[in-house]
């Protein structure tokens, strides 16, 4: 007899400080949760992210654990890159 599925566990999402955003990416075919701080230099610059939280978002749209602590630097790097582009399509880019 198969076993039973375990309940998706849901982690509770954690109160955004006030210099920290949040969006959705895609990134390795899944969609995940990117929390940060994002900042916009001057004109001519590159706007910068660095992600504090990373979570996967389920099926289900549940988020898993934080998970940053798990990935290379260099998956880490492309997650922040993918969220400077959204946060910078979005029209969401603070100036």
Do not use: H, Y
Not at 43 to 71: C, H, V
Not at 81 to 89: F, G, R
């Amino acid at each position: 007899m198969p076993s039973p599925i375990p309940p998706t566990r849901i982690c509770p999402r954690r109160q955004l400080r006030a210099d920290e955003v949040s969006t959705v990416v895609m990134t390795a075919g899944l969609f995940w949760s990117v929390t940060g701080e994002f900042s916009t230099p001057g004109i001519g610059q590159t706007p910068m992210f660095e992600a504090s939280d990373i979570r996967l978002i389920n099926d289900d749209g549940s988020e898993s654990a934080p998970m940053q602590d798990i990935f290379s630097k260099a998956f880490i790097e492309q997650l922040e890159a993918d969220a400077v582009e959204s946060l910078t399509e979005g029209g969401r880019a603070a100036a």
